[in-house]
């Protein structure tokens, strides 16, 4: 299992120049979508006391949406408005839900916290 793991996480892609957009952590109502450039996604949703959480590739990008996971283990993602500046910020509507883009600045060396 940790070996088939591994062999799927090598298959991850950079983010597509044209989508470069979408990298970023985005959070909305009850939803947290994280898009990194090499290539790999994380996402949480909270619905109706419901959890849903995936981690994987992020792939097939069009306009219409895009992809994360793989084979059976993925989900589609339909984006109803692509990344846009709105008032200074960055914001997209994944899946009905209003998503801004939030900056996380890196923990500094030495540094136990996010510096926000």
Do not use: K
Not at 51 to 80: C, K, T, W, Y
Not at 90 to 113: A, C
């Amino acid at each position: 299992m940790v070996m088939l793991l591994g062999l799927l996480a090598a298959c991850a892609e950079p983010v597509p120049p044209a989508f470069a957009d979408y990298v970023g952590h985005w959070r909305g109502d009850g939803m947290r979508l994280v898009i990194r450039a090499d290539g790999h996604a994380d996402y949480d949703r909270v619905q109706a006391q419901r959890r849903v959480s995936i981690e994987g590739n992020v792939h097939s990008f069009d306009d219409d949406g895009f992809r994360i996971g793989v084979g059976p283990l993925s989900a589609d993602f339909d984006v109803q408005r692509g990344p846009h500046l709105d008032n200074g910020r960055w914001r997209m509507t994944v899946d009905g839900v209003e998503l801004t883009r939030v900056d996380i600045l890196p923990v500094e060396s030495g540094q136990d916290s996010l510096r926000l």
